[in-house]
T-cell receptor, first 115, second 115 residues
Framework: ETGVTQTPRHLVMGMTNKKSLKCEQH?????MYWYKQSAKKPLELMFV???????ENNSVPSRFSPECPNSSHLFLHLHTLQPEDSALYLC??????????????FGQGTRLTVV | AQSVAQPEDQVNVAEGNPLTVKCTYS??????LFWYVQYPNRGLQFLLK??????LVKGSYGFEAEFNKSQTSFHLKKPSALVSDSALYFC?????????????FGQGTTLQVKP
C-alpha cells in the first residue's frame, strides 16, 4: 500500500458512456498526476495538478476531463471514449516544494476497457 | 527535451546471480533519477532515487543503482537475484529545471529470474 487509492480497479464502458475515475491520497501531498499505461508503450503523462491548479495538459483529447477539487482528490471524467483508450490509468502524488527530488507514490491503477 | 532509454526489453538471469537493468537519460539541468518496479496488474512501487551526493544509491529489497554523470547512466543492480524479483522495472528522470515536476519514464524492462 502506497497511500494512494484509486477506484474503481476495473472498469468496462461503452463508447457512449460517461464514467469517472477517482484518486485519493491523505499523505499531505500537494501535487497529483494522471498517467496512461498502454501495452508496449512507456507511461504517458496526461495531467499535472499542483495545489489544485492544473499545471500541465500533455495534449490529451478533450474526451478526458480532469478535476481536482482539493489537494487530496483527483478525478478523471471520461466520455465518448474510443477502444484505443483502453489502458491502465495510474494516479500518482508527491510533495512538490520546488525541488524535483521527491518521489511520486502511485495508486494501483484502474484497468479501463472500452467496448 | 527530457528522455529516458532502457535499451533492453527483457533481462533474464538465474536465481542467485547478479543482475543489472540498464538506464540512460537526457535532461536539462541536474537530473533527479528514480527506479520503480511494477508487479502484474499493480501500480508502480518506488525502489530508490538519486538526488545528489554519493553516486551509489541503495534502495528497497537489496537493490542499488549507480549514477554515472559522464555516461548519463543510472543502472539498477542487485548482487543476488531472487525469483520474486521478476517484474517490470522502470527508470525515470526529472530535470532540475522542470517547473511542473514532470517525471519522464523509460519504456520499461521485464526482469525474468529463473530458479
Amino acid at each position: 500500500e502506497t497511500g494512494v487509492t484509486q477506484t474503481p480497479r476495473h472498469l468496462v464502458m461503452g463508447m457512449t458512456n460517461k464514467k469517472s475515475l477517482k484518486c485519493e491520497q491523505h499523505l499531505g501531498h500537494n501535487a497529483m498526476y494522471w498517467y496512461k499505461q498502454s501495452a508496449k508503450k512507456p507511461l504517458e503523462l496526461m495531467f499535472v495538478y499542483n495545489f489544485k491548479e492544473q499545471t500541465e495538459n500533455n495534449s490529451v483529447p478533450s474526451r478526458f476531463s480532469p478535476e481536482c477539487p482539493n489537494s487530496s482528490h483527483l478525478f478523471l471524467h471520461l466520455h465518448t471514449l474510443q477502444p484505443e483508450d483502453s489502458a491502465l490509468y495510474l494516479c500518482a502524488s508527491r510533495v512538490d516544494a520546488g525541488s524535483g527530488g521527491t518521489e511520486a507514490f502511485f495508486g494501483q491503477g484502474t484497468r479501463l476497457t472500452v467496448v | 527535451a527530457q528522455s529516458v532509454a532502457q535499451p533492453e526489453d527483457q533481462v533474464n538471469v538465474a536465481e542467485g546471480n547478479p543482475l543489472t537493468v540498464k538506464c540512460t537519460y537526457s535532461v536539462s539541468g541536474n537530473p533527479y533519477l528514480f527506479w520503480y518496479v511494477q508487479y502484474p496488474n499493480r501500480g508502480l512501487q518506488f525502489l530508490l532515487k538519486y538526488i545528489t551526493g554519493d553516486n551509489l544509491v541503495k534502495g528497497s529489497y537489496g537493490f542499488e543503482a549507480e549514477f554515472n554523470k559522464s555516461q548519463t547512466s543510472f543502472h539498477l543492480k542487485k548482487p543476488s537475484a531472487l525469483v520474486s524479483d521478476s517484474a517490470l522495472y522502470f527508470c525515470a528522470v526529472r530535470g532540475s529545471v522542470s517547473n511542473t515536476g514532470k517525471l519522464i519514464f523509460g519504456q520499461g524492462t521485464t526482469l525474468q529470474v529463473k530458479p
